[in-house]
């Protein structure tokens, strides 16, 4: 039975960190053989198929050695002495072996060509999936130093560098050994005294290409991070597309593109300087072997030393070095582009997670004895009760929430958060509130572990949320944040994002209670209307409604409101305060907002400044001691207007 798909990422991406050493990273090559552990046995058969195939490849030089035999000394060549003295069955002899050495050279070369290929197709396949798993477990500080286009860069353009040089450079590599190794065997068999001479370039050349491997590899590295920087641009760009169009600043966006692109340029211009000069120094290091095998062997041929054969073979054989050799070059070229790519693609797999998932599940304790929650009712909200398709079965938790002494920063920067204490209640709305930069947001995302604390604790029933799975602990939470993101897709594939397995009349179920289902209905398509890349076909508002609706659908015990309404006309944020106000019901809420009038009917409201707890209690009783959160108060509703 196949495993799942994550069950295989996961072991693959085990056994590779279990090969890793300091030693073993420090080169790409050694790091890609650690990762393709898994391919040995294909890798093997590739081998074997390309080196067989350059046998074969070179065998028709040798037919051809024997063909001048015959013509040349008949009855007495090597067929003749074998006992083969007709000549024209010798060369029945030699036209038989010729057909099944080009057959068996044709059948290797289909093989290593299909098994490097396959090889090259299946790697980048498991090599994009494990980087791009990997990238998800990694915390959001990771993503807000790094651009989306650099990464992407790594996923893509680094994979398929890759991939290029496994399709064929491998192979290359490989031949080019299997031939300087025969003929050189050949050579010393045929004919001592020329070999050395034919032979002598060679530890030259392979000299010269280390060389000039180690010139490249910073040359393709600096070419690597540049193209990272210009899909970087690129891809900033085209995501800010509206905004460059409204500042009419595409002369502007342009000119840094070419300063990009240039850079780009350059950096392959001084790769490419280098690497085009590889191939005509070996050509003339070949051609020296060359002329020394025409020469001094034509001279021993002459005098008898070397038969006519022999000395047909050696030249035929110099000649199959030089191409090769002189395609040599091209596949360093490829060589040094794929290992530049390796060590980026490599840095990122080896990049360690700071979040890591606990090992508790929701609903119970390490002993499995007691459940985080006490109620034995799915959480209904408003409308949904629990015999409605909605309400589907959550493990039993109350949603008590409890913040005791938590610090926290933003790396390299102070405390967005400091020593705060307080608890959210089971069941009920608790409100959070304060000026642009007092915390709340990042509240809101300690909630949901996308960042680690610095000291503290944070409880779910209990528990502290370290202790939980990372996946259960994000699926008991939904957020419905005033940045709503949707994918490209229908409407209804982004309400039941996350909830896969929902049928059609849950969805509808959901959007009714967001208020989304009737313009939903007016859409060219209602609930198959593709929504545009980040939902850019419709509205602020109907973004809003439709993210309600997925948190509806996902049915969680606690409900995070991160700013809902923040963005809305007065129209829309009515209509989606009445759907907020029945899927609150029952339900542990987190409302996070700068409107006060949203959250004045909240249980506990608390007023943070500077990440820290300033006040606390209800709207009424927060307004009567005229402090922070009364300011606040007379501000929005205009009584301060006048003196301002």
């Not at 409880?459 to 939470?477: C, F, H, P, S, W």
């Not at 509205?539 to 606690?558: D, F, T």
Request: glycine share 8%; with cysteine; hydrophobic share 45%.
């Amino acid at each position: 039975m196949a495993l799942p798909l994550t069950t295989r990422l996961f072991k693959r991406r085990t056994a590779f960190a279990s090969h890793q050493s300091p030693q073993q990273q420090s080169h790409p090559l050694k790091r890609l053989l650690n990762y393709g552990h898994g391919y040995h046995r294909q890798v093997s058969w590739a081998i074997i198929c390309s080196i067989l195939n350059k046998v074969f490849d070179l065998a028709p030089s040798a037919l051809i050695g024997t063909a001048v035999d015959v013509v040349v000394q008949q009855q007495k060549s090597i067929l003749g002495r074998l006992g083969i003295h007709d000549l024209f069955l010798q060369l029945v002899v030699l036209s038989v072996a010729t057909f099944c050495i080009w057959g068996l050279e044709s059948a290797f070369q289909y093989a290593y060509d299909r098994l490097w290929r396959n090889l090259a197709q299946n790697i980048q396949h498991n090599l994009r999936l494990d980087a791009y798993t990997h990238l998800q477990e990694l915390e959001l500080a990771y993503f807000e130093e790094r651009s989306t286009g650099g990464l992407l860069s790594i996923l893509n353009d680094d994979i398929n560098q890759l991939e290029r040089f496994l399709n064929g450079g491998a192979n290359d590599i490989l031949q080019v050994v299997t031939t300087a190794l025969i003929i050189g065997s050949v050579f010393f068999i045929l004919a001592p005294s020329v070999a050395w001479m034919a032979m002598l370039p060679m530890p030259f050349i392979a000299w010269g290409s280390v060389v000039f491997q180690r010139r490249l590899a910073p040359r393709y590295a600096d070419v690597r991070e540049k193209v990272s920087l210009l899909n970087g641009r690129l891809s900033n760009n085209l995501s800010g597309i509206t905004t460059i169009k409204s500042f009419a600043t595409e002369d502007y966006e342009i000119e840094r593109i070419t300063i990009d692109s240039e850079a780009y340029r350059r950096s392959n211009r001084r790769a490419i300087a280098l690497s085009a000069a590889f191939i005509p120094l070996i050509r003339i290091l070949v051609l020296i072997g060359f002329l020394a095998t025409l020469l001094y062997g034509g001279q021993l041929a002459i005098a008898g030393r070397l038969s006519v054969g022999s000395y047909s073979v050696l030249i035929f054989l110099t000649q199959s070095l030089l191409w090769p050799l002189t395609r040599l070059g091209e596949t360093f070229d490829l060589y040094q582009r794929a290992m530049a790519s390796t060590n980026r693609v490599m840095d990122l797999l080896n990049t360690p997670i700071a979040i890591h998932s606990g090992h508790l599940s929701l609903g119970r304790q390490s002993s499995g004895s007691r459940e985080l929650g006490g109620g034995s009712q799915p959480i209904g909200s408003g409308d949904v009760t629990p015999n409605s398709p909605l309400a589907a079965h959550t493990a039993r938790i109350d949603g008590d929430i409890w913040l005791r002494d938590v610090t926290f920063a933003y790396h390299d920067r102070q405390p967005v958060i400091e020593h705060l204490s307080l608890h959210i209640p089971a069941g009920k709305t608790t409100a959070i509130v304060g000026a642009t930069g007092s915390g709340k947001s990042t509240l809101v995302k300690l909630l949901l572990r996308l960042y680690e604390i610095r000291s503290g604790t944070i409880t779910l029933d209990g528990v502290d949320i370290r202790d939980l799975k990372l996946q259960e602990l994000r699926r008991a939470i939904g957020w419905v944040s005033q940045d709503v993101f949707l994918f490209h897709g229908t409407v209804a594939e982004n309400i039941a994002y996350g909830s896969f397995d929902a049928s059609k009349s849950d969805i509808t179920a959901a959007a009714t209670i967001a208020e989304a289902h009737e313009f939903i209905q007016e859409l060219p398509q209602g609930y198959d209307t593709i929504v545009g890349e980040r939902g850019q076909k419709l509205s602020g508002g109907q973004r809003q409604r439709l993210a309600i609706a997925r948190a509806i659908l996902k049915n969680p015990p606690i409900l995070i409101l991160d700013e809902a309404t923040s963005a809305v006309d007065n129209e829309t944020e009515a209509a989606i305060q009445r759907s907020l106000e029945r899927i609150t019901v029952g339900r542990t809420t987190v409302a996070i907002a700068h409107r006060l009038s949203t959250v004045r009917n909240a249980d506990c409201i608390y007023v943070m400044e500077h990440g820290r707890l300033a006040e606390r209690g209800r709207h009424e009783d927060l307004v009567m001691q005229q402090g922070i959160y009364a300011g606040l108060w007379q501000v929005q509703t205009g009584a301060k207007t006048g003196q301002q």
